[in-house]
T-cell receptor, first 118, second 116 residues
Framework: AQTVTQSQPEMSVQEAETVTLSCTYDTSESNYYLFWYKQPPSRQMILVIR??????QNATENRFSVNFQKAAKSFSLKISDSQLGDTAMYFC???????????????FGKGTKLSVKP | GAGVSQSPSNKVTEKGKDVELRCDPISGHTALYWYRQSLGQGLEFLIYFQGNSAPDKSGLPSDRFSAERTGGSVSTLTIQRTQQEDSAVYLCASSLDGAGGVETQYFGPGTRLLVL
């Protein structure tokens, strides 16, 4: 069975600074995908960034980037130039590779509550 | 276009009553998922639909939980004889049926269920 661990229940950062959220996972699968989702107080889960395990290059999306260390099974999220709107719960998630057009369910970590302070 | 919608937004019910939660996926999305988010258990997968069929029901916690999907669109999650431990936020997500690989799941705002 796959597991996802987020070891930081809460973090805070000053506006405009950089913060890194940690995530580790355990799997015996060779083909899989990793995601970071953001959940603001509105409850709506929003995809921040995704990484295919077969890709060596770290994914980036504007101010968000990941540090994917496949051998260490680590997938951290770096938020640069933090903004007040980044305040939210952040969830790391894992999905097994899928075949033949079927899709799979996400396995989530417990989340990290990030507060961006003015 | 419109995102995933869920209704009701909040539901308060008495222990032992049945409840129905509704999910309207993004138009054209053939894959649909239900998850449950609770303080104690975090985010848990419940069930996955591909079209109207459910190839994966492995996350349903008991036989009091069931779900259906009609017309390849709207889905209803039904909880019979609700218990206090069913109190949680129930999230629905949908995605395209991507033959080329994993598709991004888009989530609705959830239904907060409180069982008294």
């Amino acid at each position: 069975a796959q597991t996802v661990t987020q070891s930081q229940p809460e973090m805070s950062v000053q506006e405009a600074e950089t913060v890194t959220l940690s995530c580790t996972y355990d799997t015996s699968e060779s083909n899989y995908y990793l995601f970071w989702y953001k959940q603001p107080p509105s409850r709506q889960m929003i995809l921040v960034i995704r990484q295919e395990a077969y890709k060596q290059q770290n994914a980036t999306e504007n101010r968000f980037s990941v540090n994917f260390q496949k051998a260490a099974k680590s997938f951290s999220l770096k938020i640069s130039d933090s903004q007040l709107g980044d305040t939210a719960m952040y969830f790391c998630a894992f999905m097994k590779g899928v075949y033949g057009g079927s899709q799979g369910n996400l396995i989530f970590g417990k989340g990290t509550k990030l507060s961006v302070k003015p | 276009g419109a995102g995933v919608s869920q209704s009701p937004s909040n539901k308060v019910t008495e222990k032992g009553k049945d409840v129905e939660l509704r999910c309207d996926p993004i138009s054209g999305h053939t894959a649909l998922y239900w998850y449950r988010q609770s303080l104690g258990q975090g985010l848990e997968f419940l069930i996955y639909f591909q079209g109207n069929s459910a190839p994966d029901k492995s996350g349903l916690p008991s036989d009091r939980f069931s779900a259906e999907r009609t017309g390849g669109s709207v889905s209803t999650l039904t909880i019979q004889r609700t218990q206090q431990e069913d109190s949680a936020v129930y999230l629905c997500a949908s995605s395209l049926d991507g033959a080329g690989g994993v598709e991004t799941q888009y989530f609705g705002p959830g239904t907060r269920l409180l069982v008294l």
